[in-house]
């Protein structure tokens, strides 16, 4: 096989081994099941499409975008670990199939139709790992390249999304004769804007219309864009850009991947494409290629991958933590960050009202901010691709922990003065925010099963109950279902600190009293 060949060799094995189905036995009840199967049907002779989705992750891995950093983990059993340097350092070997975030968020993002920001140096591979994903969408590399959009700080609105047409400037008699020339791009099923940082903010927010609402204005005329998966550039993220990116065009960003340095020991590969002259997106099998319809198609799979109560258990748990605040609001339900944001006020001061809380222990004081609506969804839509990746039908713990960190990674503000930050082994999480977070959701499971949730948990006992509905609950149980929240709204509050998970807590159980004293109101006035 030549040099060239050697780009577009996909593996004939599959790429996520299964144990074989146990051959059956003859039996003779399966004569009354109805007419004899004939050797599967076509979806199941069809490839599967989360194969031919990790057939596309090896073969960018592989042969196109050289990133040997395992960095997403995933073990079947005991895995070998190094303790490395004067830091100690832990260097693991994973015991099952591992993968390299860099590659595998951004075919995520594709499958899924989401948004992702590339962060990194110049050079990293960021640019022509988007590329790649606009022609895994069925596009040629010339096509993709003059769809994307470069930024720069002159770039103006006309350059971004189209210019009226110069005629009809002039002899138009309402704005409704003037006709639009849109850029090409709107229409492109996947959408790359490089350097975004660079644009000017009031590009910024057309641009973050267009991400937001999926369409472009341009003197009342409207254009639907199609859905399509989205990709960020940036080499700077935290305020380094020429313009400061609006906040809210950040929030629209889904998932933030980081491309690493290049490993110096991989040089024969630069060597090989070099001498034989190729550019690995001009030569991406076509095998594949993903149609418009088959990414439908995986879109609405992942979206019926489950999720198990005690996976979302976990994910509510965390995301507890970090939106109380128990100085910034005189009312119960205003004692949260966002409150003491809005208002302007000092959060030093706030802060050093606090009522004498384990700053150490509680997760909460390691953060500026809390979680958003967005953030959780986007969060739950990665986990259940990760697990649909992994050819599982159900999201497991480790996938939530795997994908948490590149979506909460331009989410979840460090707080820099936390306790936390300060203790010798935890200075590294300055910088790695990815770590970070990692240890975040880590030390939230620890809690987690400290407190023993999975057994012993009144408010999910008491929430199960109410979800059951309410036709034909009597008075007489409705009332005693009243008496159990106030007694464990008394036994919560008895002589305890105010965490965050707590804090949730008494607001779901107000709330189910609420729910239920509404109730008995209406069966009194039967």
């Known amino acids: 096989?030549?040099?060239?060949?050697?780009?577009?060799?996909?593996?004939?094995?599959?790429?996520?081994?299964?144990?074989?189905?146990?051959?059956?036995?003859?039996?003779?009840?399966?004569?009354?099941?109805?007419?004899?199967?004939?050797?599967?049907?076509?979806?199941?002779?069809?490839?599967?499409?989360?194969?031919?989705?990790?057939?596309?992750?090896?073969?960018?891995?592989?042969?196109?975008?050289?990133?040997?950093?395992?960095?997403?983990?995933?073990?079947?059993?005991?895995?070998?670990?190094?303790?490395?340097?004067?830091?100690?350092?832990?260097?693991?070997?994973?015991?099952?199939?591992?993968?390299?975030?860099?590659?595998?968020?951004?075919?995520?993002?594709?499958?899924?139709?989401?948004?992702?920001?590339?962060?990194?140096?110049?050079?990293?591979?960021?640019?022509a790992s988007a590329l790649l994903?606009?022609?895994?969408?069925g596009s040629t590399v010339k096509e993709v390249k003059r769809a994307m959009q470069h930024g720069h700080p002159q770039m103006t609105v006309a350059d971004l999304l189209g210019n009226p047409l110069p005629a009809d400037l002039v002899n138009a008699q309402s704005m409704d004769d003037i006709r639009i020339a849109w850029r090409a791009w709107l229409g492109m099923r996947v959408k790359i804007v490089d350097e975004y940082n660079r644009i000017p903010t009031r590009t910024q927010s057309a641009l973050l219309t267009v991400m937001g609402d999926n369409y472009a204005e341009v003197l009342n005329h409207i254009y639907e864009c199609p859905e399509a998966a989205w990709y960020l550039t940036a080499n700077d993220d935290q305020g380094?850009?020429?313009?400061?990116?609006?906040?809210?065009?950040?929030?629209?960003?889904?998932?933030?991947?980081?491309?690493?340095?290049?490993?110096?020991r991989f040089l024969s590969e630069l060597l090989l494409r070099v001498e034989e002259n190729v550019r690995p997106e001009e030569l991406v099998p076509p095998e594949i290629i993903f149609t418009e319809a088959e990414v439908d198609q995986i879109g609405a799979s992942i979206r019926q991958v489950a999720v198990p109560d005690a996976v979302r258990r976990r994910l509510e748990f965390f995301a507890s933590q970090f939106e109380l605040f128990e100085t910034a609001g005189g009312q119960f339900e205003y004692m949260t960050k966002d409150t003491a944001r809005l208002s302007g006020a000092d959060r030093g001061a706030a802060q050093a009202a606090d009522n004498g809380r384990d700053r150490l222990k509680d997760l909460g004081c390691q953060t500026l901010n809390g979680i958003s609506v967005r953030t959780l969804m986007a969060l739950?839509?990665?986990?259940?691709?990760?697990?649909?990746?992994?050819?599982?039908?159900?999201?497991?713990?480790?996938?939530?922990?795997?994908?948490?960190?590149?979506?909460?990674?331009?989410?979840?503000?460090?707080?820099?003065?936390?306790?936390?930050?300060?203790?010798?082994?935890?200075?590294?999480?300055?910088?790695?925010?990815?770590?970070?977070?990692?240890?975040?959701?880590?030390?939230?499971?620890?809690?987690?099963?400290?407190?023993?949730?999975?057994?012993?948990?009144?408010?999910?006992?008491?929430?199960?109950?109410?979800?059951?509905?309410?036709?034909?609950?009597?008075e007489r149980e409705t009332l005693a279902r009243l008496n159990r929240?106030?007694?464990?709204?008394?036994?919560?509050?008895?002589?305890?600190?105010?965490y965050g998970p707590l804090y949730d807590d008494l607001l779901k159980l107000k709330y189910l009293h609420q729910r239920y004293t509404n109730y008995r109101s209406w069966l009194r006035s039967q």
């Open 1 to 127: 096989m030549s040099a060239f060949n050697l780009f577009q060799r996909l593996s004939q094995a599959p790429t996520k081994p299964k144990a074989a189905p146990a051959a059956r036995q003859f039996d003779v009840a399966d004569l009354y099941q109805g007419p004899i199967a004939l050797g599967g049907d076509g979806e199941a002779q069809a490839r599967p499409f989360d194969e031919k989705l990790r057939q596309a992750y090896f073969w960018i891995v592989n042969h196109a975008i050289i990133s040997p950093h395992y960095d997403i983990e995933y073990n079947d059993g005991p895995s070998q670990t190094y303790a490395v340097g004067d830091s100690r350092r832990t260097l693991n070997l994973p015991s099952a199939q591992s993968y390299s975030s860099f590659i595998l968020l951004p075919l995520l993002t594709f499958a899924t139709r989401r948004k992702c920001l590339f962060v990194g140096g110049p050079g990293r591979g960021k640019t």
């Open 133 to 137: 994903m606009g022609v895994l969408a």
């Open 240 to 264: 380094g850009g020429t313009y400061q990116v609006i906040e809210a065009l950040r929030d629209r960003v889904d998932v933030t991947v980081q491309a690493l340095a290049f490993n110096p």
């Open 380 to 474: 739950l839509i990665y986990a259940k691709a990760m697990a649909y990746f992994r050819g599982t039908s159900e999201v497991a713990l480790e996938d939530l922990r795997q994908v948490l960190p590149f979506v909460l990674h331009n989410k979840l503000q460090p707080d820099p003065d936390a306790p936390f930050f300060a203790l010798p082994e935890n200075a590294a999480y300055r910088s790695d925010r990815l770590g970070w977070l990692r240890r975040l959701f880590d030390l939230s499971n620890d809690e987690f099963n400290r407190l023993d949730l999975d057994r012993d948990d009144p408010v999910g006992v008491l929430s199960a109950e109410f979800d059951l509905g309410l036709d034909g609950v009597s």
């Open 485 to 498: 929240i106030e007694k464990l709204i008394g036994e919560r509050t008895k002589g305890r600190k105010l």
